[in-house]
């Protein structure tokens, strides 16, 4: 389920008409990548067992921040802190931290993003966009493909998060 940087630009040199260089679409690409991360629209699960001793886990400098955390029988779980890339939980067990990341670059156009398919044809807009927005400031298609990209990465962020979410909530009363 991933793609590569080759993939999205044959398809966006179809709609340009016209080739990019291998640096430039390169570029670009990582560029769309990097945007996606900024816009907080890339995800990551790592599971974690808290011990008594050991109940903080890093998780890297790529990570943003901590979208939702699951207990060992995926419920939702609230007794977790978060602080400059380290989630520390209140009591010992194993988790499942869903969480924000900026994506690393790819390093050549045949290497794989490591993103779901939806996320390709975000990526496709944003290649196509950032070509026409380079030829002229005010390329109406240009901007249009841009606008695309942030929908289509809205959408490709909200379907993946969503077939991953736990099915119990847990519910709490006042009285």
């Given at each position: ?116 398919n939806l996320y390709k044809a975000c990526l496709t807009s944003y290649v196509i966009g950032f070509a026409k927005l380079k030829d002229d400031d005010y390329s109406h298609d240009g901007i249009r493909n841009m606008q695309d990209f942030e929908r ?24």
């Open positions: 389920m991933a793609f590569s940087a080759n993939d999205v630009l044959d398809v966006a040199q179809l709609y340009l008409r016209h080739s990019l260089t291998d640096s430039e679409g390169l570029r670009i690409f990582n560029q769309g990548l990097n945007q996606l991360g900024s816009l907080g629209l890339i995800h990551s699960v790592e599971t974690y067992e808290a011990t008594s001793e050991a109940k903080t886990v890093d998780l890297g400098a790529d990570c943003i921040g901590v979208i939702y955390v699951v207990d060992e029988n995926d419920n939702l779980y609230y007794r977790w802190k978060y602080v400059d890339g380290e989630v520390t939980f209140a009591e010992a067990g194993e988790y499942k931290i869903h969480y924000r990341i900026l994506h690393p670059p790819v390093e050549t156009l045949d290497e794989e993003a490591l993103l779901h289509l990465g809205v959408q490709a962020f909200n379907t993946v998060i969503k077939s991953r979410k736990p099915t119990q909530v847990r519910t709490f009363r006042h009285g």
